[in-house]
Nanobody, 125 residues
Framework: QVQLVESGGGLVQAGGSLRLSCAAS????????MGWFRQAPGKEREFAAA????????YYADSVKGRFTISRDNAKNTVYLQMNSLKPEDTAVYYC??????????????????WGQGTQVTVSS
């Protein structure tokens, strides 16, 4: 079993930055890829970013590429999402996710075996 606890969400103006953190416990953290997904009101949960087990490979949705950076510290069992140049359309609940495999294969939510509880990010215009 895995427990994921997100933190770092909040309210920020457009153009600002936020850093999300996700602390993991339980199953060996360094053995699987991690991801961040987000869900805006009235929309489906969508992929935002993922990182391989070692941190050597990262993946981004086109909508966040160049603005968001995912990273992980396996010694601290923590994954981060640095979000810069935030836009109102980035407003959503952000979910940390543990993936089944060491690498992300591009199949979105079907690759997730455990979710965090989510943290709200609101970007005002």
């Amino acid at each position: 079993q895995v427990q994921l606890v997100e933190s770092g969400g909040g309210l920020v103006q457009a153009g600002g930055s936020l850093r999300l953190s996700c602390a993991a416990s339980g199953r060996t953290f360094s053995s699987y890829a991690m991801g961040w997904f987000r869900q805006a009101p009235g929309k489906e949960r969508e992929f935002a970013a993922a990182i391989s087990w070692s941190g050597g490979t990262t993946y981004y949705a086109d909508s966040v590429k160049g603005r968001f950076t995912i990273s992980r510290d396996n010694a601290k069992n923590t994954v981060y999402l640095q979000m810069n140049s935030l836009k109102p359309e980035d407003t959503a609940v952000y979910y940390c996710a543990a993936l089944y495999a060491p690498y992300y294969s591009g199949r979105g939510r079907t690759e997730v075996f455990y979710w965090g509880q989510g943290t709200q990010v609101t970007v005002s215009s």
